[in-house]
């Protein structure tokens, strides 16, 4: 069993950064795709980024290319989102979610494809 726990979120103006992280105990860590989704009251869970097990391969959403950039140290089983330019659209609930993959390149970008998810770390951005 692993269990991913969201930290870092928080209440910041429009144009600021914030780092969400996310920590997941167990020691297969290594073994899953990584990926932070979010959703917004009123709005579909939508993909936020992805990474491959190695680390090698990301994904973003269209809407945050260019801003967030997501990264993982698999030595300390913990997963990074650097949020950068922040809007107001922005604003939603961060979830971090483990998908188990058989590549080390593999990415997962359902929400689907995700075994295991945190309990989310909220994320508001105030014009």
């Known amino acids: 069993q692993v269990q991913p726990v969201e930290a870092g979120g928080g209440l910041v103006q429009a144009g600021s950064s914030l780092r969400l992280s996310c920590a997941a105990s167990g020691r297969t860590f290594s073994d899953y795709a990584m990926g932070w989704f979010r959703q917004a009251p009123g709005k579909e869970r939508e993909l936020v980024a992805a990474?491959?097990?190695?680390?090698?391969?990301?994904r973003y959403g269209d809407s945050v290319k260019g801003r967030f950039t997501i990264s993982r140290d698999n030595a300390k089983n913990t997963v990074y989102l650097e949020m950068n330019s922040l809007l107001p659209e922005d604003t939603a609930l961060y979830y971090c979610a483990l998908g188990r993959a058989m590549s080390p390149l593999g990415l997962r970008v359902s929400p689907n494809e995700y075994d295991y998810w945190g309990q989310g770390t909220q994320v508001t951005v105030s014009s």
């Open positions: 990474i491959s097990r190695s680390g090698s391969r990301t």
